[in-house]
């Protein structure tokens, strides 16, 4: 093994060194692709050095954790028929945290908490509104893109979030500017 890096990488808790909080799973590819780059600025190639620094900066018991995976095992780079490579290991990790895999960033549940938090707040400002679209928006455009999500099933959660008195007023204003829906069909989100 060549001369350890771990000296050029960052310590851990500094500014510049990756961090997860395993309560935010979500968060787990970002810190991948973070240490990542942090290997190619300080030439780490090697398999069993990247899984030691990949565990230098978690927390204790995440570090425990991703130590006791079977992927965690020595790796020779120069014999690379033996298992575990880092990528093994990273997939391993990654697998114990569900919504952490890109084919499962969102679900239904996470669309109708953001839908049901704003219609239980009353949305009353365009800032609350914003923040409301924005997280619809982020959620929905996925499930919409990935299949598990029809339009209009969109369209019709978007509205439920806006409450019965809000809903009003912009179902006024839309019959006015929109005068090409004919009544009773749904206005679309975009």
Same mark, same amino acid.
């Given at each position: ?29 970002? %810190?991948? *692709?973070?240490?990542?780059? &942090?290997?190619? =600025? ?9 899984? #030691? /620094? ?5 927390? %204790?018991? *995440?570090?425990?954790?991703? &130590?006791?995976? =079977? ?9 690379? #028929? /033996? ?12 697998? &114990? ?13 996470? /669309? ?79």
């Amino acid at each position: 093994m060549a001369q350890p890096h771990y000296s050029s990488m960052p310590a851990r808790g500094h500014g510049t060194a990756p961090s997860f909080n395993p309560s935010e799973p979500r968060e787990l590819p970002r %810190y991948f *692709t973070e240490l990542e780059f &942090l290997f190619a =600025s300080c030439g780490v190639t090697e398999s069993a050095e990247k899984k #030691a /620094l990949g565990i230098r900066y978690v927390d %204790y018991n *995440t570090s425990e954790q991703w &130590l006791s995976i =079977s992927e965690y095992q020595p790796y020779d780079d120069s014999q690379p #028929a /033996l298992p575990y490579s880092y990528d093994n290991w990273k997939c391993a990790v990654i697998s &114990l945290y569900p919504g952490a895999d890109a084919a499962t960033k969102y679900s239904m549940a996470d /669309l109708d908490r953001i839908m049901g938090k704003a219609a239980r707040t009353n949305i009353k400002t365009i800032g609350q509104f914003a923040d409301y679209y924005r997280k619809f928006y982020q959620v929905s455009k996925w499930l919409t893109d990935s299949g598990r999500i029809g339009s209009l099933e969109r369209d019709r959660f978007f509205r439920n979030g806006l409450g019965p008195s809000l809903w009003s007023n912009i179902q006024h204003r839309l019959s006015i500017v929109e005068r090409d829906v004919r009544p009773g069909d749904p206005y679309t989100m975009t």
